[in-house]
């Protein structure tokens, strides 16, 4: 492959997508750092001639001129999908869709596009894939409420940045929304909410920000100041995302039936996890949780399949739930 052949595909991987935009001069910087030395009036020449072949657009309103692809071009440079990446796409589309906002969704659409293409070209049996899946997110689930797009934007930017973002924010608890600045973490999405996990200057401890309660945002090009010892995962795990009761975790034992709780065998509620079966019908499992709300919702509804043997108070707790409801049915 010749040197221009090789320089035009370089080029064409620098060049984003709209609304996003690449000038000329920024190209030649690239360039030049990949070792093609080429005059800007060169890259100029380049870029005319690919727009005949690929949905290139320029922006003549801007000085220096802004080069993008179009929106909803799907770009086909190589390397081309193959099957397993067009098929991880309707993966990611199938998940997707029903948890991100239209904005932000439309960004992939173009890769969405070319996987179903990629799928369906040559008769191959995995374009039946999208008429074979479905995704169903299991109990009560009300309508996701809207998130604003840019601040959504800022707030990815600013997490893959590890910069702060300034976040217009109203909590439930608060009687006005507040300007507050943001050292973000994370984000966790927990149907039907997207919750951004960080800390507020001036505040303190971890704070979960319901990003639907944001309605305007801007990227802080200054770093976070995130404690060494965070992680993600450990966060989720100490209950917090459940509506702590307590800061104390549980030691939990329980008493269940087979097989209306077997997917505690498959899908444990804890690292330290200990199942023992019983007999043909019951199994026991020990496991450290967090004291949440959460925890509780589901031991009622459990109730009729799952026996608490310990701790005690939460078997008391538990029962006497239980029969508050049942009273009110009278």
Request: hydrophobic share 40%.
């Amino acid at each position: 492959m010749s040197s221009t052949a090789v320089r035009y595909l370089t080029m064409l991987r620098m060049v984003p997508r709209y609304p996003r935009s690449i000038t000329t001069s920024e190209l030649a910087s690239r360039l030049e750092d990949r070792e093609f030395s080429v005059t800007m009036r060169s890259i100029q020449r380049d870029l005319e001639k690919l727009s005949a072949y690929f949905p290139l657009q320029v922006d003549e309103n801007t000085r220096p001129y802004g080069w993008s692809f179009d929106r909803e071009a799907t770009i086909n440079v190589i390397p081309a999908l193959d099957l397993p990446a067009a098929l991880t796409f309707e993966l990611a589309r199938a998940y997707l869709t029903p948890i991100l906002p239209p904005r932000a969704l439309s960004h992939l659409k173009p890769h969405f596009d070319e996987a179903q293409k990629s799928l369906v070209r040559g008769k191959n049996p995995l374009g039946k894939w999208p008429d074979r899946v479905r995704v169903i997110n299991r109990g009560l689930s009300g309508q996701r409420p809207a998130i604003n797009a840019d601040v959504l934007e800022t707030v990815t930017e600013a997490l893959l940045k590890a910069y702060q973002c300034s976040l217009t924010y109203q909590a439930r608890t608060w009687p006005a929304p507040e300007d507050i600045r943001v050292h973000p973490f994370g984000l966790i999405f927990r149907d039907p909410n997207v919750y951004l996990i960080g800390m507020i200057d001036g505040r303190e401890g971890f704070r979960q920000l319901v990003l639907h309660r944001a309605s305007a945002g801007e990227l802080v090009e200054e770093p976070v100041e995130r404690p060494e010892d965070f992680d993600l995962d450990l966060y989720i795990h100490s209950g917090a995302m459940g509506i702590l009761k307590s800061r104390e975790p549980i030691f939990l034992h329980l008493r269940c039936d087979k097989p209306a709780l077997n997917q505690l065998m498959e899908s444990p509620l804890g690292f330290d996890q200990v199942t023992k079966d019983i007999d043909e019908e019951t199994f026991e499992i020990t496991v450290t949780v967090g004291d949440t709300q959460d925890l509780r919702w589901w031991l009622t509804a459990q109730a009729v399949h799952c026996d608490i043997v310990k701790p005690d108070w939460l078997r008391q707790e538990t029962a006497s739930t239980l029969a508050q409801g049942l009273a009110r049915t009278r």
